[in-house]
């Protein structure tokens, strides 16, 4: 069924263009056209999702079970073969690495009969992290990698190979500066909001009323004190001995009987 969303997409389409513009048709048609079109998507979405999250059980497994990896946020970039550069004598080690949108796995490979197992040395957190070219005598392919707690000087197997690692992890740790400037800048404005709603009435408040001391400002704790005007009020009140109307002491000289 899934499979079908996309051919009456292009059914939909390929009548639409074969359809006369005065058609009495065509309305209803655009309309299922955008309706399909929006289904095809969300399951397009749903299909992604569910290839990564089987991607990331697959690693999963080959991790041993050793780096809780399976999470909907996490997402594989990159993996791959490369060399360790020994710094006692400068001889190379396999070692393999995944690359995820939130850290980079160093792994050792494992003596396996049936399908390649890994064991993780190094989690290096994507935040903090940089990676540079270098340029050593007698030794080409080479870069380095600088985490906060450990740095690692790696060797491709070839130039472009050597290229496409520095470039893939440099955009992956700029992609990650972005999405966390734009999450401090949502959470920032979010709080300023909880801080002084919208509703709130001290924003509400004119200025005017606040420098007047006018009864329409609001402040914490004047609550109790409007109550005790009013209450205050209430006991000064009078009755007029000629026409029985009541009023009180601040009103009296105003009224006239």
């Known amino acids: 069924p899934v499979q079908r969303i996309p051919r009456y ?8 263009k074969k359809l006369p513009e005065i058609s009495p048709d065509r309305k209803d048609s655009l309309k299922s056209l ?29 991790l041993g079970g050793e780096e809780d990896i399976v999470n909907p946020a ?3 970039i990159k993996e791959g073969h490369i060399h360790k550069l020994s710094a006692k004598n400068g001889t190379t080690q396999d070692r393999y690495l995944f690359l995820f949108n939130s850290m980079l796995l160093y792994c050792v490979p494992k003596l396996r009969l049936i399908g390649q197992k890994f064991s993780v040395r190094e989690n290096l957190n994507i935040a903090g992290l940089q990676v540079q070219e270098i340029v050593k005598q007698n030794v080409s392919r080479t870069f380095l990698i600088l985490g906060k707690k450990r740095s690692l000087e790696l060797q491709a197997r070839t130039e472009e190979e050597k290229k496409d690692w520095v470039q ?34 001290i924003l509400n408040t004119s200025s005017s009323d606040y420098m007047s001391g006018g009864e329409n400002f609001s402040s ?11 209450l205050k009020r209430d006991k000064e009140k009078h009755s007029c001995k000629s026409c029985s109307e009541t009023f009180n002491s601040i009103t009296k000289g105003d009224r006239k009987s």
């Open 9 to 16: 997409e292009l059914l939909l389409k390929d009548y639409l």
């Open 34 to 62: 955008e309706l399909i079109s929006t289904a095809a998507n969300h399951s397009n979405a749903a299909i992604r999702k569910m290839e990564k999250m089987n991607k990331l059980l697959e690693v999963y497994e080959r």
């Open 168 to 201: 893939v992890i440099q955009a992956t740790i700029e992609k990650h500066k972005q999405n966390s400037e734009t999450f401090r800048a949502f959470n920032s404005s979010f709080s300023r909001e909880d801080e002084y709603p919208p509703d709130s009435p």
């Open 220 to 230: 914490p704790g004047g609550g109790d004190s409007s109550k005790k005007s009013k």
């Open 74 to 76: 996490n997402e594989l």
